[in-house]
Each structure stands twice: as C-alpha cells, then as structure tokens.
C-alpha cells in the first residue's frame, strides 16, 4: 500500500501558532521566528555573521537578477575589486574615514603559529601596513580609476560590483544589521557635475521602481540631512519604507560625491577644453537588508509571506493518495499539471516526498511563503479540476481568521487553473503592494504640534510624522534621544503629498521651514 501515513515529521495547521510569536505580543521574537521557521538565515560562530539558507539565498538571488538586469539596461556593467584595503588609501578621505572608523575590521598578520602547542598569531608576520576588511569600496576603487582615466573620451565609468562587506556592527539582527553583509555596490565617474547628479537621481529612481513594482513596499524617495549622509558625500539620496510596527528602514541609497574621492586619490582628466580637471562621482547601493524589508512588510503569525516576483517557488503541487493505484494516477496528473506551469516560464516545485503527511507539506510551503499551493487528489482528478490554496488574500473588514483561511482555498476548473495562474499571482502582487500601502497610509500624520507628535510616538504606535523641520544635527540628536525619532528623508517634490505641501514653522525649534520631512522611528 502507499498510504501516507503521519509520522513524526507532521505538523497540524496550527503548529505555526505554537513556533512563530505572534506579532502582536512580541514583534520583535516574532521577525526571528519568521527567519528561523522559514529557513532563511541562521546565527554562525562568529558573532553578529550569519549563515544564509538556501531559501533565504534563492530569494537574494531573485533580487540579483532582477536588479542586475535593471542595471545593464541604464549602461551599467559588474566587475570586482578586493576585499582588502590599505590603511591609507581609506585615510585619503578624512571624513569618509572619520564615518567608517568605529566600524572598521583590521587585519595586521598574515600568519599563525604554533608555539609550545598553542596555534597563534605569528608575531614575526605582521604586516607593513595594515589592511581593512572592505566597509565600502569607494577608496580602493577609485585607486584603481586612476589608471583607467585619462581624458573626457574615458567617461563616463559605470560599474557596478556584487560582492560581501564587513561593518563591525555591535548590535546585530539577522539580515537586518550583520557584521557581514551582501549587497551592490555602483561606483561611476562622470565629466561633469550635472551628469553626476542625474545618475544619483536616476539610480534612485532604479531602486524605487525594484521596491515598489517588484517587493510590492512602497517607498517614499528623498534626501538624507546633513548629519545623515554618507561619509564622504556632498548629497545622500534613499528611499524609506514602513514595516508592520510603523518603524521605518532605508531600503536603498544613492550618493553624489562630487569630486572628494578623485581629489583624494588624485584621479584628473583632460576635458573638452584640454584642460585638467577632477571627474565627479556617484556611489549606490541595496543590500540583503531588503530580505528583512521584504519579511517585516508582508509576514504573518503563520510564517513567510512573500510577493511572486521575488518566491524562489511560485507554486508547490502536493500529490495526495492512499493506495498504489491512486498514486499512479495522482503523481501522473501532477507531473502533468507540473509541466504545464514550467512550461509557462513559472517556478514550480512538485512535492512528491515519500513518508511525510500532506499536512507537513502544506504546513512547509505555508510557513516559507510559497504564493500558491496546488493539491491534486483522485476526487480532483475525477472531476476535472485543481484545488487552490493562496498564501495570501486581501483581508475583509471584521473577517475572522477561520473565514479568511476558507476564502484562501478554490476548488477550480482544471484548465481554468492553468490558464489562469499568472493573472492569479499578478493579483496577489497587486494585492501586497495595496495593503502595504494602505497600511502606511493608516500609521501617516501630518503633525504641525510638539504635542501631537509626542502623544502619536508615545501613545499612538507611531508612524510617519509628516513635520517642518529647520534643525540643526544638535536638535534632530535632541529629538532622537528625547522621542527615539530621526529625520528619514527630506523628501523629493514628487512624493510629497497635498496636504504637506506649503510652508511653516519647525516642529522642534520654531523657525522658519520652506517644506516638510519624514520623521519616524527606524531600524
């Protein structure tokens, strides 16, 4: 007999409340619950590094190549450069290495050795000068860019390198804040300054399109204050979105740097003109933080959810069958009902595992967000058709959970189902991105009062406070300490809604304020 018997493998529908905190009574247990149970990530035995699953990396990989191609399309091409860099190249910029400098990993040997039994660090291998573990790689790169540029027919450079950088960071959350990351990194270099502000913007606007038409998060685009740019930067452009808590994270940025990092590593051209003059610069980045974003905006107290765009396995067919006979004829149908979906370009995982309950199953791909489940069964099969199970439908007011899980299985014509797939998960894709973006709308206020803003922190849940802002560094700190709060964006003219249009006076000091900002707390 082939009976699928439970075995201890099997997981009830409601093991996911007992493995996963729920949000609502500790959001914070609940997002490490969600990595864990959904086998992205884990901790490793060095601290604040983490181990990278397969299903967690399937998803950055996703995100790569749905970036890298955006890239190649505005004239980007990758390269690599090293992981070491020499003290004084990142010396060269004082204030780049002032930002960095607390955060830095320094290497000073290059050997071990074994002394009465005990392996340690040679001291006869120390280094020359030492090398720092890649925080960033403006400073190596442009040592390079000395020897590619020559003359305005040199530029403009647009590269961009997919690679590991290490920020001794000393609290770490896994994706979140690591010691050790993934991520892009884009370094170019332009003949002119308005070229090199066109490329901040226009990389920007790259990394907004990604978050919003491909993560399904809405973002708000605008400008860093000046206590908030990167080091080394004359201008630090990101977009901000909002997560189930109301906390905001900065899920991309775009430098212009105009010309400090030639000026430190001596990088001239001849222009136009014959005459010698420092190409400008941008730098731009994402990075494995966006998986944190993606979890933190779309998850629930039953695990993973995520948007088809980026699941790694868009649609999970579980064969059910009792008897040998039924499962000829189930693994049959669902080889078939496979092949149809994969030759529709969708990523399909046909779950045949033997000695493990449908149950389990369902419980597995439920948990690591598979979009759409498929379960085919010989009374499917007699009638025609596929039974469906969405990973996610839009809430309805006042719905109670066991109603909202009945709303998430169709029993469905069979080519129907098959014809129908790709509109199915374009809904979803919708779906995601509206509720994300309803959901901020919800947690927004425009706040012209000191009051108001503190009773909305304090005794609201917070948010997005839209506020006139004419601080100083010295008064967002003031703010920080007293609210937890920081300017997140000085937002662009195009995302600055009606009602936050205009001008007033600044929330904290009084003064004068030509437009609002984003405050909220952060990650």
């Not at 809430?395 to 959970?401: P, Y």
């Amino acid at each position: 007999m082939a009976k699928q018997q439970q075995g201890p493998q099997e997981k009830s529908q409601d093991a996911g409340k007992e493995t996963i905190t729920p949000r609502a009574k500790d959001y914070a247990q609940w997002y490490l619950d969600v990595v864990k149970q959904a086998e992205l990530a884990e901790h490793s035995g060095v601290r604040g590094c983490m181990v990278i699953r397969p299903h967690g990396y399937a998803i950055w990989e996703r995100m790569q190549r749905e970036l890298d191609d955006r890239f190649k399309a505005t004239g980007h091409v990758n390269a690599y450069f090293p992981l070491f860099i020499p003290l004084s190249y990142l010396a060269k910029e004082e204030q780049h290495a002032a930002g960095f400098a607390k955060e830095c990993a320094v290497v000073t040997h290059h050997r071990l050795k074994t002394i009465d039994g005990v392996v340690q660090v040679d001291p006869e291998s120390k280094l020359e000068e030492p090398l720092i573990v890649r925080p960033t790689s403006e400073t190596v790169i442009w040592a390079q860019y000395k020897n590619w540029i020559q003359s305005y027919r040199d530029l403009p450079i647009l590269i961009n390198q997919w690679a590991n950088v290490c920020r001794w960071e000393m609290r770490t959350r896994l994706f979140l804040r690591t010691t050790e990351f993934l991520w892009q990194e884009g370094h170019t270099a332009h003949a002119t300054e308005a070229e090199a502000i066109e490329e901040t913007h226009r990389m920007l606007g790259v990394y907004a399109d990604f978050a919003e038409n491909v993560m399904a998060v809405p973002v708000v685009q605008g400008a860093k204050s000046p206590g908030e740019r990167f080091p080394g930067a004359l201008e630090s452009l990101c977009i901000e979105a909002m997560m189930q808590d109301g906390k905001a994270l900065q899920a991309g940025t775009s430098h212009y740097l105009g010309q400090n990092f030639a000026k430190s590593s001596d990088v001239k051209f001849l222009n136009k003109d014959g005459k010698l003059e420092f190409p400008y610069a941008t730098s731009w980045g994402v990075s494995t933080r966006l998986i944190g974003a993606l979890i933190m905006t779309h998850s629930d107290d039953a695990g993973l959810v995520l948007p088809p765009k980026l699941a790694p396995i868009q649609i999970a067919i579980v064969p059910i069958y009792k008897s040998d006979d039924e499962k000829a004829k189930v693994l049959q149908e669902a080889e078939a009902v496979f092949n149809e979906l994969k030759g529709q370009g969708l990523s399909v995982k046909l779950d045949a595992r033997e000695g493990m309950h449908p149950g389990a199953k369902y419980f597995e791909w439920e948990m690591k967000g598979v979009p759409v489940r498929i379960e085919i069964g010989p009374k499917d099969i007699e009638k025609g058709s596929l039974c469906l199970v969405r990973r996610y439908v839009a809430e309805q007011e006042g719905e109670s959970e066991q109603d909202l899980r009945k709303r998430k299985k169709a029993f469905v014509p069979r080519g129907e189902a098959l014809s129908g797939m790709k509109a199915l998960l374009d809904e979803m894709q919708r779906q995601l991105y509206e509720r994300a973006k309803a959901a901020r709308v919800r947690r927004t206020r425009t706040i012209d009062q000191l009051a108001d803003f503190e009773r909305f922190f304090k005794d609201e849940g917070g948010g997005f406070a839209w506020v006139h802002w004419a601080g100083s560094a010295e008064d967002e700190d003031a703010m920080a300490k007293k609210y937890e709060t920081s300017v997140r964006c000085i937002p662009l003219a195009s995302q600055i809604p009606e009602a936050a249009r205009g001008e007033g006076k600044c929330i904290y000091t009084g003064k004068p304020s030509t437009q609002r900002v984003v405050m909220a707390k952060s990650y």
